[in-house]
């Protein structure tokens, strides 16, 4: 199929890329000039692991090109919009801006049974507006909402083999057209048994949001308990995994530590409480407020913490943050815990050095007044203490034996509970970590 993908950021690119690698002709379109001269170059704008290589592969297959023209569109049966949808600034709201200009600029590209996919989070409504739009320039034409449920870092994958896909269409029927033209876009997808819904177009839109949500409250459920087990003097990592082992809870996303950030769950769920005020349902999710507050707490503590560590001084010491990305497997800084406590440690009178292996430019771009080292032994080198805060994997396996001599103090704060806090004991450090003794 002749496909165009409006918007070339985390989630298009990838969605450009794995749709050309299942054989369909893809054009990405941008308005990022030095994005899609990048991505024309097989080169992926952002670190997300197998996207350069699957760049390459299918650029050797002519099938997908990238252009800053929305004219390309022209052409194309299916059309994904998958720009952004920040946080407005100084408002819970999204930001609709990128949606509506990509819709409104594809207007005139439009053919006869087109199908437009929205696959951008967006507050429930959008989709019916979108869809009267679509439809007054042409009446054939269909749009869909097929929300997106990749994972930074697992992005390739997530897009190839998704848990689900939901098609969101006008009148909720199996039997609308663009539902079998969505089955001709996925066939790979559903052939390898990735089941799929159809709905209308608000339970489409919900059904991201709602995901989100759920996923953000697990997270500051557990960190919730993380603060009652400090004060208890319970480890809540035994107390995840207890609870874990009854399947309706389950033990995935019950990771305590920093909390969440990143360009998703933090303004996601910000977006849902604004939404339902609007539509007169805020009393529905005061709830959200107080999963946001508790995921921020956790950022005040690690600060607290690390005073605690030092000795309750943090002026003149030197700390070294392990990451700086908001997740490991990627260099996306947006909202990261990592770099907020980093600041904070700083503004309060701490010497920080931050390392990651990826996150640095991006770091030193939101925070240029961090101090960065890209090594990791050099940034260890004299530390009065380490807070590992993003859990790449070499950050795991650091060996606190070969550490012990590079540091001037032995103390390591586990700000994700990582690490086997016997062993850096038995090694002579002084460990905490998050809700455990
Ligand atoms: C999220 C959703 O998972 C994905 O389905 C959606 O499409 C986009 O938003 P992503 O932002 O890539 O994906 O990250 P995710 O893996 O969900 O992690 C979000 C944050 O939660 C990270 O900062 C992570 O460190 C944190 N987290 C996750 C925890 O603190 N504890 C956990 O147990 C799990």
Redesign the pocket.
């Known amino acids: 199929m002749r496909i165009s993908v409006i918007g070339c950021g985390y989630l298009g690119a990838v969605h450009a890329a794995c749709m050309a690698k299942l054989g369909h002709d893809v054009v990405g379109i941008d308005v990022d000039e030095r994005k899609i001269a990048e991505l024309s170059q097989a080169i992926a704008p952002f670190y997300e692991p197998g996207l350069e290589s699957l760049l390459r592969d299918v650029q050797d297959t002519g099938r997908l090109s990238f252009t800053t023209d929305m004219s390309a569109a022209s052409g194309s049966e299916v059309h994904f919009i998958c720009v952004g949808t920040p946080q407005k600034k100084g408002e819970n709201g999204a930001d609709m801006t990128f949606v509506d200009a990509a819709v409104l600029g594809l207007l005139p590209y439009l053919s006869p049974e087109n199908i437009v996919v929205g696959k951008s989070t967006v507050p429930v409504g959008t989709a019916s507006r979108l869809a009267d739009l679509v439809k007054a320039q042409e009446h054939t034409a269909h749009l869909v909402w097929n929300p997106?449920?990749?994972?930074?870092?697992h992005a390739v994958s997530d897009t190839l083999s998704p848990d689900r896909l939901v098609y969101g269409v006008s009148d909720g029927s199996e039997d609308h057209p663009a539902v079998a033209v969505l089955d001709e876009v996925y066939a790979s997808a559903l052939s390898n048994g990735s089941p799929r819904l159809v709905t209308d177009h608000p339970t489409s839109e919900l059904v991201?949001t709602a995901?989100?949500s759920f996923?953000a409250t697990?997270?500051s459920f557990?960190n919730a308990m993380a603060e009652v087990c400090e004060a208890a003097g319970a480890d809540v990592t035994l107390l995840a995994d207890a609870i874990g082992m009854d399947d309706r809870i389950g033990r995935?996303?019950?990771?305590?530590?920093?909390?969440?950030?990143?360009?998703?769950?933090p303004k996601?769920i910000r977006a849902f409480m604004a939404r339902a005020g609007e539509l007169g349902a805020d009393q529905a999710l005061t709830f959200l407020r107080e999963v946001d507050a508790i995921n921020m707490r956790r950022r005040s503590r690690v600060v607290e913490l690390t005073r605690e560590v030092c000795g309750d001084i943090l002026l003149g010491q030197r700390i070294t943050v392990l990451g700086a990305a908001?997740?490991p497997e990627?260099d996306d800084v947006r909202d990261s815990?990592a770099l907020s406590i980093a600041a904070q440690l700083q503004l309060q009178g701490a010497v920080v050095t931050v390392t990651d292996p990826k996150a640095l430019t991006n770091a030193a771009r939101r925070f240029p007044e961090l101090h960065y080292e890209a090594d990791l032994d050099r940034a260890i080198s004299g530390a009065d203490a380490l807070l590992l805060l993003?859990e790449w994997q070499q950050y795991r396996d650091l060996d606190p034996y070969a550490l012990a001599g590079s540091v001037a103090s032995r103390r390591i704060l586990d700000g994700r509970n990582i690490l086997d806090a016997a062993k850096w004991r038995a090694a002579g450090w002084s460990y905490r970590g998050l809700g455990r003794p």
């Open positions: 997106e449920f990749l994972r930074e870092g991201k995901a989100n996923l697990k997270i557990i995935k996303f019950l990771n305590a530590g920093i909390g969440f950030g990143g360009g998703c769950l996601d908001f997740k990627s815990p993003t």
